[in-house]
């Protein structure tokens, strides 16, 4: 048992120990590296995606093979290099509706027009940012195609291609170029989405019917300039390889009908996509400007480049 003296003692012992402990210097943690996404968006530790093991391998070796073949590349030479790589690659529709509830889908074995841009700009910018490694080109994906890179539900995901570009040049990704060397004003009321909501499996939900009718009003107050397509060969010299091209269209409700990358041969402009007319990623047999010529419903192009 203790006595009173004893208790003091144990008292004084202990306040000088705290005492002491007080006195020395404060070990701050290191801040752990920021990630190659972080720069863009919050992203998440948890994402969930969805891909198959020859997915990851397929994205791996190229961006592996890219980065040893043209080290301290630009963002528009990895963007060429790498779609190289998937040249032939089919035309499928529809990947990203693949399961629910709504995640990160990853398919390098079939991809459409936007997922075949979407994947090359995250594989490029996950080895120039980063390490190349699956997870970097994971959540960079997700920052491209959700806003915040943080996945919610359907309506989570950047659906009408004019907020595709706008999101993403707020994010710092790139800049929207035809609003500076545009001609025309672009100014869309989209709604196709929310008045064909049969042809979307997921708008059975009404829940995401009206948060698409609040998607579509925001896209519908986008002010852009655009290129009409038969201006297309007088400003040829002001994009790049590497830009992004999107199809701007009359057709009602929707902004934009197609996309894909530019590609100079011989000195003129093509289009490198994910094309419907052969189903697969080609590169446009003739000119763009010519490509467009008969295309009825399509009234010219936005472009953007990668920063």
């Given at each position: 048992?203790?006595?009173?003296?004893?208790?003091?003692?144990?008292?004084?012992?202990?306040f000088?120990?705290?005492s002491?402990?007080?006195?020395?210097?404060?070990?701050?943690?290191?801040?752990?590296?920021?990630?190659?996404?972080?720069?863009?968006?919050?992203?998440?530790?948890?994402?969930?995606?969805?891909?198959?093991?020859?997915?990851?391998?397929?994205?791996?070796?190229?961006?592996?093979?890219?980065?040893?073949?043209?080290?301290?590349?630009?963002?528009?030479?990895?963007?060429?290099?790498?779609?190289?790589?998937?040249m032939?690659?089919?035309?499928?529709?529809?990947?990203?509706?693949?399961?629910?509830?709504?995640?990160?889908?990853?398919?390098?074995?079939?991809?459409?027009?936007?997922?075949?841009?979407?994947?090359?700009?995250?594989?490029?910018?996950?080895?120039?940012?980063g390490?190349?490694?699956?997870?970097?080109?994971?959540?960079?994906?997700a920052?491209?195609?959700?806003?915040?890179?943080?996945?919610?539900?359907?309506?989570?995901?950047?659906?009408?291609f004019?907020?595709?570009?706008?999101?993403?040049?707020?994010?710092?990704?790139?800049?929207v170029?035809?609003?500076?060397?545009?001609?025309?004003?672009?100014?869309?009321?989209?709604?196709?989405?929310?008045?064909n909501?049969?042809?979307?499996?997921?708008?059975?939900?009404?829940?995401?019917?009206?948060?698409?009718?609040?998607?579509?009003?925001?896209?519908?107050?986008?002010?852009?300039?655009?290129?009409?397509?038969?201006?297309?060969?007088?400003?040829?010299?002001?994009?790049?390889?590497?830009d992004?091209?999107?199809?701007?269209?009359?057709?009602?409700?929707?902004?934009?009908?197609?996309?894909?990358?530019?590609?100079?041969?011989?000195?003129?402009?093509?289009?490198?996509?994910?094309?419907?007319?052969?189903n697969?990623?080609?590169?446009?047999?003739?000119?763009?400007?010519?490509?467009?010529?008969?295309?009825?419903?399509?009234?010219?192009?936005?472009?953007?480049?990668?920063?």
């Amino acid at each position: 048992m203790n006595t009173p003296g004893s208790f003091v003692t144990s008292i004084c012992l202990l306040f000088f120990t705290l005492s002491c402990q007080s006195a020395q210097p404060v070990q701050e943690k290191e801040a752990p590296p920021a990630k190659a996404w972080q720069q863009w968006c919050p992203g998440t530790d948890d994402l969930p995606v969805f891909f198959s093991e020859s997915d990851s391998i397929l994205a791996v070796k190229a961006m592996q093979e890219v980065s040893a073949a043209i080290p301290q590349a630009s963002i528009a030479d990895l963007i060429m290099a790498l779609s190289g790589k998937f040249m032939g690659t089919p035309y499928v529709a529809h990947t990203l509706e693949v399961k629910e509830p709504e995640q990160l889908v990853i398919n390098l074995s079939g991809m459409d027009c936007t997922t075949f841009v979407e994947q090359m700009l995250a594989m490029a910018l996950a080895i120039q940012q980063g390490e190349g490694s699956f997870e970097d080109f994971a959540q960079i994906l997700a920052c491209i195609r959700y806003r915040d890179g943080i996945i919610e539900d359907y309506p989570s995901r950047l659906h009408y291609f004019t907020e595709w570009l706008n999101h993403n040049a707020a994010k710092g990704i790139l800049e929207v170029l035809s609003n500076e060397i545009g001609m025309e004003p672009f100014k869309r009321q989209v709604s196709f989405m929310t008045t064909n909501p049969g042809s979307y499996r997921q708008l059975k939900n009404p829940t995401f019917v009206e948060k698409m009718k609040e998607v579509e009003k925001n896209v519908s107050g986008f002010e852009m300039k655009y290129i009409p397509k038969g201006k297309i060969r007088n400003i040829e010299t002001k994009i790049k390889d590497g830009d992004i091209i999107a199809f701007t269209t009359d057709i009602d409700g929707l902004d934009v009908s197609h996309t894909g990358f530019a590609i100079f041969q011989n000195g003129r402009l093509h289009l490198l996509h994910a094309s419907t007319r052969t189903n697969m990623v080609e590169i446009s047999p003739v000119p763009l400007d010519e490509y467009l010529a008969p295309l009825r419903r399509v009234t010219g192009i936005l472009v953007a480049r990668v920063k």
